[in-house]
T-cell receptor
Framework: DAGITQSPRYKITETGRQVTLMCHQT?????MFWYRQDLGHGLRLIYY???????DKGEVPDGYVVSRSKTENFPLTLESATRSQTSVYFC????????????FGAGSRLTVL | AQSVTQLDSQVPVFEEAPVELRCNYSSSVSVYLFWYVQYPNQGLQLLLKYLSGSTLVESINGFEAEFNKSQTSFHLRKPSVHISDTAEYFC???????????FGTGTLLAVQP
């Protein structure tokens, strides 16, 4: 399917467990982003990537790890999940530096018990 | 660094009434400005954007926003709202070398019959 897909859409896990959220886009967009959405905070940037093997921190990177071995994939890993990481996570992508419009995935709702 | 302020967390309005959702931004460089809409349980969709040129931009469903550089604002307006416009609206700014998109905290537009 064309577009940007996130999996899983819903995940419940326990404190201390490792969780990976997947993001896949079919456009060969250079830039990919991970945001988390929390009530009262809007969307906050966790990490972003300008190209394969290039990643950088956003506003709230602590507790998260990303990788970008292939252009189309940008997984987000919580190495040891905490309750404060309960949130809705959105992946987004856009084309090169001259393109400014982000396209978002449908989101992954993560609950950490 | 850029930042976005959406002062109104909720805006209740009756159907067919006009509405304005406020957005102010802060940036030391030239910016691009966006409004995204999020319908319940969905991801974010681009509503409209200002990149350059005319300061008044319009969406296909009757919303418009005006870039005001002197007031650092990008307020969203619609002359007559519908029930189907009920959603959360996010203002966002990007600019500078990385072009990261920074979001405001969102405004819930609640249209009542």
């Amino acid at each position: 399917d064309a577009g940007i897909t996130q999996s899983p859409r819903y995940k419940i896990t326990e404190t201390g467990r490792q969780v990976t959220l997947m993001c896949h886009q079919t456009w060969s967009h250079s830039y990919m982003f991970w945001y988390r959405q929390d009530l009262g905070h809007g969307l906050r940037l966790i990490y972003y990537s300008a190209a394969a093997d290039i990643t950088d921190k956003g506003e709230v990177p602590d507790g998260y790890v990303v990788s970008r071995s292939k252009t189309e994939n940008f997984p987000l890993t919580l190495e040891s999940a905490t309750r404060s990481q309960t949130s809705v996570y959105f992946c987004a992508s856009r084309g090169g530096a001259g393109a400014n419009v982000l396209t978002f995935g449908a989101g992954s709702r993560l609950t950490v018990l | 660094a850029q930042s976005v302020t959406q002062l109104d967390s909720q805006v209740p309005v009756f159907e067919e009434a006009p509405v304005e959702l406020r957005c102010n931004y802060s940036s030391s460089v030239s910016v691009y400005l966006f409004w995204y809409v999020q319908y319940p349980n969905q991801g974010l969709q681009l509503l409209l954007k200002y990149l350059s040129g005319s300061t008044l931009v319009e969406s296909i469903n009757g919303f418009e926003a005006e870039f005001n550089k002197s007031q650092t604002s990008f307020h969203l307006r619609k002359p007559s709202v519908h029930i189907s416009d009920t959603a959360e609206y996010f203002c966002a700014v990007s600019g500078g070398a990385t072009n990261k998109l920074i979001f405001g905290t969102g405004t819930l537009l609640a249209v009542q019959p």
